[in-house]
């Protein structure tokens, strides 16, 4: 993969979307076993229902890595230099989640060009659901 051409970017560019199919429970099934978090609101509908939930929730950390996959799939992982979100709502079974970056400053650290990007992730309504910000090194 090569990086990006710092020269060539200017703040407000955005970087291609990631659109993702609609969550199913089989997504959050597969994310308990691979992340090890098994709370019952991600799994159990009764329990969600019980706690007020009306069904099962997404885990946050599913949604803000999908908003790592939209700076994957244009940088390597190795350029990224920091990655972090604010969780905003909660994400349901049917979401389908659209993760998007846009450049927002150029700036140099450390000796590396970086950029920093605004890092979100909505859902097919336009509810946003994790808003966060990202710092990527480039050539």
């Not at 885990?59 to 799939?73: E, K, P, S």
């Not at 097919?124 to 659901?129: L, Y």
Request: overall charge negative; hydrophobic content about 40%.
């Amino acid at each position: 993969m090569t990086l990006p051409n710092y020269d060539a970017l200017t703040v407000g560019d955005e970087l291609p979307p990631l659109e993702l199919p609609p969550l199913r429970r089989v997504n959050l099934a597969i994310y308990c076993g691979a992340s090890g978090d098994h709370n019952p609101v991600h799994v159990d509908s009764d329990f969600a229902r019980e706690s007020g939930l009306g069904d099962v929730i997404a885990h946050g950390m599913l949604i803000m890595a999908y908003g790592g996959r939209v700076l994957t799939q244009w940088v390597p992982q190795s350029a990224i230099r920091s990655f972090q979100a604010r969780f905003m709502a909660m994400t349901r079974i049917g979401d389908a989640i659209t993760a998007r970056a846009r450049v927002v400053e150029k700036l140099e650290q450390g000796g590396e060009r970086c950029v920093r990007l605004e890092v979100s992730t909505e859902n097919q309504h336009g509810e946003i659901k994790t808003s966060g910000s990202a710092l990527v090194a480039l050539a």
